[in-house]
């Protein structure tokens, strides 16, 4: 019997989190009434005094990599009982992810290389995926690298003159949802709720960009605004036979442009291990790099 087992057994039950339970937990640990609905939330309580020592927020929809798992987030208080009450509600989360069929947990932020928090996960059994990384940028150097490459392409004659690139909002969705799922994945119905810009994370409709040319969706940049207002991008699809073309380029470069006039400083972006010119950018980014994080994850039997 490991560590987790022993103390739901014996010092403590694991729960679901009653209306209640809710409100003292988001008061206990603050970051718990910062995420966005719907979570759903368990909590640790002492059998006998019945106090609170733990809570977990898991993400109902399930993080759609190749190996497929629910997103978890741990609020424990440091303490020499606090890693086996994680471990409790992990195994928790893990048997609500076996009753789906999925087979890993992640964690629910990506976290800093080398970091207190990356070195707190591997405790819990959990391991980096360094086949994503998490980059955050200064925009304007961002900018700054990406103007150049564009008007280099529009001045050479590669970006044709009918080619346009539009807000999501004005795009034709459809396309957008079929080039999105052949090439990323997904659930249709969910997706498209998020590109009109409603729903759990949705995509915003002005920032994100589209490619059109003759009509036809050529590739896309879908981004997000989190609660602190951080911009996201989340997805980047360029149309087959156009990927090494003016369509790359273009839509990173009019997002970013995009967002500077909103006012952003900062951007965010993932990179998997194909997607090699991302890594190029982020590292020519140079001292603009604010933070390159990786993400972690726990895959069961």
């Excluded at 087992?5 to 039950?13: F, G, I, P, R």
């Excluded at 609905?37 to 898991?58: D, I, N, T, W, Y």
């Excluded at 989360?93 to 591997?122: F, H, I, K, M, T």
């Excluded at 442009?257 to 890594?279: K, N, Y």
């Amino acid at each position: 019997m490991d560590a987790g087992d022993a103390l739901h057994s014996a010092d403590v039950s694991i729960e679901p989190a009653a209306s209640a339970d809710r409100s003292d937990a988001a008061q206990r640990w603050p970051g718990l009434a910062d995420l966005p609905e719907p979570q759903e939330v368990f909590v640790v309580r002492h059998r006998r005094s019945g106090a609170l020592s733990g809570a977990m927020a898991v993400d109902p929809y399930p993080v759609p990599f190749r190996i497929t798992g629910r997103a978890v987030r741990l609020f424990v208080d440091d303490g020499p009982q606090a890693d086996a009450i994680r471990l409790a509600l992990l195994r928790e989360a893990e048997r609500g992810a076996a009753n789906l069929g999925l087979q890993a947990l992640y964690a629910g932020d990506s976290v800093p290389e080398r970091s207190e928090q990356s070195r707190l996960w591997r405790r819990l059994g959990f391991e980096s995926n360094p086949k994503i990384a998490h980059y955050e940028v200064v925009l304007a150097a961002y900018l700054d690298l990406l103007t150049p490459m564009y008007d280099a392409l529009t001045v050479r004659g590669h970006v044709p003159i009918e080619a346009r690139i539009i807000p999501l909002a004005q795009s034709p969705i459809g396309e957008v949802i079929q080039l999105q799922i052949e090439h990323i994945g997904g659930d249709a119905g969910r997706l498209e709720t998020r590109l009109r810009g409603r729903g759990y994370y949705p995509f915003d409709p002005q920032l994100s960009r589209v490619a059109m040319m003759d009509g036809r969706v050529y590739g896309f940049l879908l981004a997000q605004v989190d609660r602190y207002r951080r911009l996201m991008v989340e997805s980047r699809v360029v149309a087959p036979g156009h990927r090494r073309s003016w369509v790359n380029v273009a839509i990173m470069q009019e997002a970013a442009s995009a967002a500077l006039r909103q006012g952003f400083d900062r951007i965010r972006f993932l990179a998997g291990d194909r997607h090699q010119d991302t890594h190029r950018l982020a590292r020519k980014a140079g001292p603009a790099m604010h933070r390159r994080e990786v993400m972690v994850r726990r895959v069961g039997p």
